[in-house]
């Protein structure tokens, strides 16, 4: 009999349930998340009103209780056929302030709230009630979307080592400080500020009309290859329009796409040929390079193609969708025609030199540079994680003018112009590699330092010279070439300017930003002659542009919800395209190295990410993958993972999963001939629907052994894993340095891929191996509910604001810690400072004040410590235990238990001016709540 019997959470686990015996059935292989059957058979009050085949796949196989630890049915029959996963219940429970989020409610378990929530009756985004916490509670939601564009990538960054950069930026800074004896130390404050901040691009009327008809915004590079009809075809089938009716009708996708070549091709076919580049390859004659340019076909070719693939898009969608699909095509291919009749924007022979002309330019914080124009495009934060993004402290041009060495002295000019963009691309840092922050706030105190005149720098020293200098000056962003729509956040427009476009254009913005746009009370001059003079007017608006962005910034600063790692959604390209990430597996390991001094040298290599859809590939290699050559003693690790599993059919029918060692264009070869390693057509039972999935790469390179795994909420219910271990003769792990990612027929978003050294116990989500049904259930009838209806449960805590992150775990449970003590005590009253008084030890202050016990409701000597109180915490157990590397931590050991620890550090009474970063000593908690 398996020693967890009836709450055995390796269900799915088909060798585990022949070898141990259960007493539930045989489990449904949908449950708990996919079955339609159960959600039905839940969900219904009189089970005798179901259809016959219903009640009977219910009664012979087993389903995950949707009420795990609090179910209180107690019948034979229930326990037979429902499996009973003790999910750690939540240490805030009825106070938790996350209750809206569906990652967390389907990690922790809380009071009134079921752990499976049945599912809503409509899907995410047509629900008008899935913003609404007392919805959220009830109701999970299927067919959860993502909608973003593609943003293309084109390897910008391949060539740049951005630790590097980081490295010798510190050690010039710290020269430079040493040299004119000034102390050098980075305020936590300033870190946060550089991590908040967003990229944000000005530009005028004319470049704004030709952003809305492409539906990106462009590079002048990308314009260029506007040129060719491809390039044109391809921008179409990327417009949101286009993109949100292939979303609706995928079958359809490839019919469109031939569809919108052949509308783009008879476009170009109308106008004169379009002059040819004025840089020729010498080995390119000007026959061939013109055939590259012009459509191949003649316009009789382009016409049948249009009503042949027409016919096919008539039968599998609406005639208004396919007018729009028209009426885009014409739309981009007539723009980008007339755009190289006249380019717009400001431009210098410069940015070819630098390469800055294949970005789209920005700034990265408060844009002051009114001469680009008075539209302000405000982009999501989360542009800047791209692999192609990155950003300098000062303007790429700065570099060649030198403008940039007398402002910046510790920046030494190399010289030749050669040499200096060689130190341009030196001075690039990406948002995604661990640590930026701290060197980009280090280059900001400098800056800030020497145009002050004065060594101790605040954050409201850094924001007053950056709202006091030339544009050029501040962090410049360089965006990828390509950005969807979908990317930027707000536009900020005076209205005098917006009832200046043309009727089209306004009506494709308000369509297109909906409440993103936003339409301001100012009237600013809108004369063809006007070059942004900053009269009165302008002056208002741009005031009140500033106003709006330092704003958000301080919003961002103060309750963070920042991403982290790579970014990026992947195009369909059948696995013949790799993006490549901006930082290798060595690289990682120094960054970790650098921040991680007391540690010795680790073994695991650890790659978490999360993806929707699946049929994608996380390939590994010790070179980067060129699909134009082909090196036989390459070291490759492939890790495919296949499509998620039909939900609608009646058996289970998953692809196959797998791990190899081999060429990752073999791909389609390895699935026909089944030559990988190690493989899996289960891996995702037990999963959730819909949503983002988190996985786990782990590599050790001591063993070779290689594990695929699912982490986050899915991994309470899905332990199937994907394991291989390599011989060294075979592969050596230890050689494998770069990290790509390639999808197959259809888009994957990935989100928060990163490498680490160490597993993220937020991520390891266990189940409580200790639960005894009898001392855990509450007879409290607030608390009652059934398993027909569940019982919505409002939380009265503090806003979710106060708990943003899990840094902020710690400072909720000793703020919870307080509450009880205000409603408990009526002798002595709740020390302010709680678990960071540094009075603890004074009987005169213990008299009249008490505080919460370190140990909470394990003390021993809870008798003996009137001035103490032990509220039970119910925190999760620590995956690593006492192995864990972050003891030391007092957020983490706040939010995680260990065996024989406490769970609060005693606050060091020097505080920030403490010299001893042992490990005894921490009074980091008390920064965290102050």
Known sequence: MCRYGKFCIRFHDENHLRKEKHPFNQPCPFTPYCCPQYNEFSQTANKKLLKIDVQKHCLQLSHVCEWGRQCKDRSDQHWKSAIHVPRHMCPYDNRCTKTDQDDHLNTFSHTGIPDIRPMCAHRRDICRDKGKPDHIKQFRHYGNCDFSGVINYFGQNKSIDFVENQKHMMEAINSYFEHNKITCSVPKEIERFVKALQPVHRCSKVIFESILVHGHVMSSKYMEHLKQPKFAAQAVQEHRDVRTILDRHDAARSYAKEYIRAIVALEYSKKPPISLPMEVPLHISSSMLRSS???????????????????????????????TIRRCAVDIATASLNLHKAPAGIQYEKDKQLGTNKHVFGILGPHCGRYYGDIVLVFKAEVMLHP???????????????????????????????????????????????????????????????????????????????????????????????????????????????????????????????????????????????????????????????????????????????????FFTLAPTEFTDYIVLPITINKSYYEYRRTHKNHSNVDDVYIYWQAMHGDMILALSDEHIESKRSEKNTQYLVCYIAPRPPLKTAAYDEAYSYLNNGDPYRHSVILNNNECNAKSNTFYRGCSSGDFLTFCLKLDKKTGQVTLSHAGANGIYCHNKITYQFSKQRLD??????????????????????????????????????????????????????????????????????????????????????????????????????????????????????????????????????????????????????????????????????????????????????????????????????
């Open 293 to 323: 340019i012009l459509p191949t076909s003649d316009s009789q070719e382009s016409n049948e193609t249009i009503q042949k693939t027409e016919r096919f898009l008539r039968a599998m969608m609406e005639r208004k969708e396919i007018d």
């Open 388 to 566: 192609d993004a990155n950003f300098t402290h000062q303007a790429a041009t700065s570099y060649l003018s030198g403008r940039t060495y007398s402002q910046r002295p510790w920046v030494r000019d190399p010289g030749s112009d050669s040499r200096k963009t060689a130190r341009f691309h030196q001075s690039k840092l990406h948002c995604s590699v661990p640590n930026y922050e701290h060197v980009a706030a280090a280059e900001l105190i400098a800056i800030t330092s020497k145009h002050q005149k004065k060594s101790s720098i605040d954050y409201k020293d850094i924001l007053d010279r950056w709202l006091s200098v030339d544009s050029h000056e501040v962090f410049e962003a360089h965006l990828p070439q390509l950005i969807p729509l979908d990317y930027i956040e707000k536009v900020y427009i005076p209205k005098s300017l917006f009832y200046s476009l043309s009727r089209k254009a306004q009506e494709c913005a308000k369509r297109t930003f909906c409440h993103g746009l936003h339409l301001t009370n100012h009237q600013v001059d809108v004369s063809p002659n006007d070059m942004y003079a900053l009269d009165n007017n302008r002056k208002e608006y741009q005031k009140f542009i500033i106003d709006k962005l330092v704003t958000k910034i301080n919003k961002r600063m103060n309750h963070p919800t920042y991403s982290y790692g790579t």
């Open 733 to 930: 792990l230890n050689q494998l340095r770069y990290v790509h990612v390639s999808a197959g027929s259809q888009k994957v978003p990935i989100r928060n891929l990163i490498i680490t050294f160490e597993p993220v116990s937020d991520l390891h989500p266990s189940f409580d191996k200790n639960f005894r049904p009898e001392s855990d259930v509450s007879s409290n009838d607030e608390h009652s509910h059934n398993h027909d209806k569940p019982s919505p449960h409002r939380s009265n805590g503090p806003s979710r604001h106060e708990s943003p992150s899990f840094l902020n775990k710690a400072g909720n449970a000793i703020k919870g810690a307080v509450d009880y003590l205000l409603r408990n005590d009526k002798e002595r009253k709740p020390c302010p400072e709680a678990v960071n008084c540094l009075l603890q030890g004074s009987s005169t202050h213990t008299e009249e004040f008490f505080h919460p016990c370190r140990y909470a409701e394990l003390c021993n000597n809870k008798d003996k410590e009137p001035h103490l109180t032990h509220e039970s915490r119910r925190v999760t157990q620590c995956q690593l235990n006492i192995s864990c590397s972050k003891l030391d931590n007092p957020a983490h050991r706040a939010a995680y238990r260990h065996d024989g620890y406490p769970d609060f550090l005693i606050p060091c009474r020097d505080s920030s001016k403490c010299q001893d970063s042992t490990f005894q000593l921490s009074w980091a908690i008390t920064k965290l709540v102050s």
